[in-house]
Structures are given as structure tokens and as C-alpha cells.
């Protein structure tokens, strides 16, 4: 299976589970670069990534009946060409069939749910070509707090606008996909629709795949052995707010359009350091008439340039950051970010800056495939939105959530332990909040996780899980609001991208 490298999965964002296999295989690499700070990762300057892309069909097994081994081990549909190796085409499921109930403080409970049908294919064409696409129908009746954030800002998180669904449910579709091109072995070019993330913590300060999918175009570049690679992503993002052109008759609405450009360097610096450097752009949100004004410095692929031409208290709203990864040893990694929206201080909340710190110890206490993770994260109010009241359009966001940072403004600590065993797997996962507004003290939140579950198939992680959910939150000066939220979940899902409800 290692000769069909770029058949992968690997090309999407995902699932944190799924993935931390993929991230521990790479922590044991130094003897060349990884650059495991951008996902999705493109791993075409070396070989090693052949080694972490056969992550995802790490679980061997010998039987000589054709249809188990497609039930266990093999995509659902896999056709190539085994002896040219002109091309390979891939099809499995999309699947999330989840029951449960929830219960709210003493009082009531709700039954909740979630149905997901749809599909992911991926192919190639030759050495230089290769496609994903993705798509996805579902129903939802989700918690209570979930809910209201729906109704609030007409979207699911990270999964787009929703429709009604009986009396209480939501009714959303998404898709993505993909073309890369690869040129010569040093610049991969992608066209498509989906999310990028930048860092090596379960959050990013940078630019996060928490938000809806976006148009985007990336272009990949490596130099010095593949010891630096440059990212440029030129991308589309939408305020849920009208457009300003006529609407045709039993149409959907048209919402006002803004372009956005990213640019992150990744430095090998050493066998164990790994630097990055980026640069974030909001450029000037579409007219009355939703036509997009681009100026030819929205192009320019040289990070840092634009901020010396704007700065950071401009209408055309830019982000700059640093993202740092130490190895410590094979099994012990140091990570952390630091981010800058506005450091003008002209406002009443302060400058707009951000810290992460963070470490992943993998083989835990010399536990096979135990991992455990540790992360602080601290963002203060006037980060991500424009600097300027007038152009408040121009924010670091997209369908109505920021492009990076999830909860909000505050600070968090994130505990996650992770263990396998075969095909049996155990999660659990904490968050601690604390959200604050204007420098007034808004409420905690505490919220935990733990999942059990078994991998019926690698090939595109379908597993079934029982899930236990947990959330309390106390608001500091208005006791009577606060709320306890439990529910619990049984589920068979193809886990293959991140959705975020932990807020």
C-alpha cells in the first residue's frame, strides 16, 4: 500500500485522533525536514512522508477472504492501475449516525442527534496530478448550547448555514475538494475549496480549521533541501451580511465577499527547532454592489511587505505571528505561538496580541501509542477584529467565525490524553475558559470529554464510539445564568475533519 502515496486522506484537516498518529510518527523523524506546522501537509520534498502517510493503514491484517479485507482494511471503492501506475481512484462513505440525549442542570433532558450521508474520492493522474472532493448531507438536533449559538449567527460551527429540521432540528450541507498540481518537485499548486491550519496545537492563534470552508488557491515552495518551505494562500471569505447586488427571485441570498491572503515561511533551523513566520490579510471588503477592488499588492507573495506598506491600525486588516516547535526528544515536543492584530492601543480593550504555549509527550511513561497534551492559550478582546470601527466588515473572519482562535477572547488550558490499542481507542479531552470582555470578567466555562470506541476501518477511519460530553458554565456576576449541560452520544462516523463545539 506505501506505493500509492498521494491517495492519501491526508490532504484534508483531520480528525485530532485520527491525526495524532500521523503527528507522533513525525516527531520521531529528524533526520530530514517535516514541516508538520501547516496542515493539510504537502509531502512531496521527501520520502519521509511516505512513512506517515501509510499512518493511516497502520493496522495489518492477513486473510484471504476478498470481502473482509474490503470490509476491515481496503476504500470502499479502489480501482488503479497497478501496472503503470497511471492513475488510482478512490471512494468510501461519509457516515455519522449519532443518538443520544442530553440533560440540563436537574430539570430536563432533550434526545439529540446527528445524520450525515455523503462521500469522499480522491484520485490521481500520473506522478504530478491528484484530486479530492468531498461532499455531505446532514440533520441535526443538537444540545441546548449549541442551539443558541446556531440561532445566533444562522450557521452550525464550521459546517455552514443551516434550514429548519423539524421543530428542533437543523438541516446543513458542505462539500470541498481540491486539485494539486506539481510542477517540479520543489512547488505544488492547489486550486480548490476547503480550510487550512497553521501550528502544532489543538488551537491556532494563525489561522485555524474551525471556520466554513473557503475558495482558496495555494501555492507551496521549497528551498535549501526542502529545509524552508513558503506558503502562499490567496482566499475568499464571506460576512453573513447582504451583498448589496439584486437578488434573483427563489435564490439564496448573496452575501458580501472579502479577499484574504496568507503568507507562512517554515524553517528546519535545526534537526529539533522548527520556525515559522506568517502574515494574515483581510483585504478591503466588497462595495455596495459586492465587486471586489483588488490592488495589486493583494498579490504580492513576500510575507511582510504588505504590513510595512499598511501596518497593523489600516482598513485592509492584517495579522502577523511566529509559530515555534522544540523536539526535546523523540517523544517530547515543546510547541507555542504568539500573534499581533492591532498593537495601536487606541482603544479601550488594548492592543490585540495572543499567546499559546504548549507540549505533546507521545509513548507516555513508555506506553505504546499513549499520548498526552498539555496547552495554555491567551487572547485578548481586540484581537481578529478591524482595527478601525468603520471598516468592522473587515474582521479576521469567515461566515461568521473567527478565521483562528475559537472560544473567544480569554484565556484556556487544554488537557488531551489519547490511547490505542489495536483497533480499540480511549480520548479524554478538558477545557478550561475564561472569557473576559472589555477587561471585565465575563463567565467560566469547564468542559470534559472522554470517548471510547473501535476502528471498524482505517482506510478512512469509519469507527463506532460511545462519547460522554460534559459542560458547566458560571457567569462572574450573574449566578442565576449559569447552566449545566451533559449528554452522551453513541455513534458509527467516517472521522476524517474537526468540528469544534467545545466552547
Known sequence: MADSLKAQFYNLPNDY???????????????????????????????????????????????????????????????RDRRNKRFEFRVDPLLNFEGGRAFYDTT?????????????????????????????????????YIMQFNNQTKIVPGQGRWK?????????????????YQPIKQVNIQVGH??????????????????????????????WKGRIQYTNIYAVMMNLSTGGAAQPPNTEPLFQKKAASFQYVSIQATKRIQVGLFQGMI?????????????????????????????LNNKNNILIGANLQVKLTHNISLYGQFMADDLSNTQSTG??????????????????????????????????????????????????????????????????????????????????QHLTTSNYALYNNLLGQFKVGYTINPAY???????????KQDFLSFPLSNNTTSFFSISLKTALYNTYYDF
Open 17 to 79: 485522533i485520527y491525526n495524532t498518529l500521523a503527528q507522533r510518527r513525525m516527531a520521531r523523524i529528524d533526520s530530514i525536514p517535516l514541516h508538520n506546522s501547516i496542515q493539510p501537509a504537502i509531502p512531496f520534498f521527501n520520502p519521509a512522508y511516505r512513512f506517515v502517510a501509510d499512518t493511516f493503514r497502520i493496522f495489518k491484517y492477513i486473510t484471504d477472504d476478498p470481502f473482509l479485507e474490503k470490509v476491515i482494511a481496503d476504500d470502499l471503492i479502489h480501482i
Open 108 to 144: 430536563s433532558s432533550q434526545h439529540i442527534s446527528v445524520n450525515t450521508r455523503g462521500f469522499i474520492a480522491s484520485g490521481t493522474i500520473g506522478k504530478d496530478f491528484y484530486f479530492e472532493t468531498m461532499f455531505a448531507e446532514n440533520q441535526a438536533i443538537f444540545p441546548a
Open 164 to 180: 429548519n429540521f423539524k421543530s428542533n432540528g437543523y438541516d446543513y450541507a458542505f462539500s470541498s475538494g481540491f486539485v494539486s
Open 351 to 432: 492592543n490585540g496580541v495572543g499567546y499559546q504555549v504548549g507540549a505533546h509527550y507521545y509513548e507516555a511513561f513508555k506506553i505504546h501509542n499513549f499520548s498526552l497534551q498539555a496547552e495554555y492559550n491567551d487572547v485578548t478582546e481586540s484581537s481578529y477584529n478591524s482595527p478601525l470601527t468603520a471598516y468592522s466588515n473587515q474582521s479576521y473572519s469567515h461566515y461568521g467565525q473567527n478565521l483562528a482562535y475559537t472560544p473567544g477572547y480569554g484565556k484556556e488550558f487544554v488537557f488531551i490524553a489519547d490511547y490505542k490499542y489495536h483497533r480499540v481507542f480511549f480520548n479524554v479531552k478538558g477545557n478550561y
Open 283 to 311: 483585504w478591503q471588503a466588497a462595495d455596495s454592489m459586492n465587486r471586489q477592488h483588488l490592488q495589486w499588492q493583494y498579490f504580492n507573495p513576500v510575507i511582510y511587505t504588505n504590513l510595512a506598506s499598511y501596518g
Open 194 to 223: 476547503g480550510k487550512q491550519e497553521i501550528g502544532n496545537g489543538y488551537r491556532s492563534l494563525l489561522l485555524s480549521d474551525n471556520a466554513f470552508n473557503y475558495p482558496y488557491a495555494r501555492i507551496t515552495s521549497g528551498f
Open 461 to 471: 477511519n469509519l469507527h463506532i464510539a460511545l462519547t460522554y460530553n460534559y459542560r
